[in-house]
T-cell receptor
């Protein structure tokens, strides 16, 4: 089944403790992206990757890192999480980033930083 | 860059009635406008999209209209059903097509 898989689904951590949220897609998609969803703010892009070893900042990249060593994986790294990073995170992928290439989203990771 | 505004933030309709969600965009170079539906506990899923070279597109009970001059587009759901209850997001691409900017979402509730 074609899908984007994120892990974990739920994560509670403390300020400053490094964490990684994994994302994997099995559709051989070139483009992958991370979003955060906050009430009243919709979906905001954190980072995106056009292909292996090619990553770029989105609208809200501060406090996050990503890597794209393999086509299928695009982990999101929080080196020193802070409470303002408490949010619902989504990974997404698409065949490429041409207009009309639909985004496929994972089911989300709900992160709480205390 | 692109700015997409979406209204209303919440919408409650009775089963069988129609629902309309409206979005405006700022970048006149935008040419692709998808709509996503997010059910509880899941990620958003594409339900319909429209390109700037057409004014309307339909798929069964859902339709999207685009007014390029006014820079707004709308989602229309007819004969609403309880399973239509979800959060809906509109989006627009930037001129480079490498990025989608999302609206803030509309929570639609269909009541019996």
């Amino acid at each position: 089944e074609a899908q984007v898989t994120q892990n974990p689904r739920y994560l509670i951590t403390v300020t400053g403790k490094k964490l990684t949220v994994t994302c994997s897609q099995n559709m051989n998609h070139e483009y992958m992206s991370w979003y955060r969803q906050d009430p009243g703010l919709g979906l905001r892009q954190i980072y995106y990757s056009m292909n292996v070893e090619v990553t770029d900042k989105g609208d809200v990249p501060e406090g996050y890192k990503v890597s794209r060593k393999e086509k299928r994986n695009f982990p999101l790294i929080l080196e020193s999480p802070s409470p303002n990073q408490t949010s619902l995170y989504f990974c997404a992928s698409s065949k490429n980033r041409d207009s009309g290439s639909p985004l496929h989203f994972g089911n989300g990771t709900r992160l709480t930083v205390t | 860059g692109e700015n997409v505004e979406q209204h209303p933030s919440t919408l409650s309709v009775q089963e069988g009635d129609s629902a309309v969600i409206k979005c405006t965009y700022s970048d006149s170079a935008s040419n692709y406008f998808p709509w996503y539906k997010q059910e509880l506990g899941k990620g958003p899923q594409l339900i319909i999209d429209i390109r700037s070279n057409v004014g309307e597109k339909k798929d069964q009970r859902i339709a999207v209209t685009l007014n390029k001059t006014a820079k707004h587009f709308s989602l229309h759901i007819t004969e609403t059903q309880p399973e239509d209850s979800a959060v809906y997001f509109c989006a627009g691409n930037t001129g480079t097509a490498s990025k989608l900017t999302f609206g803030t979402g509309t929570r639609l509730q269909v009541t019996l």
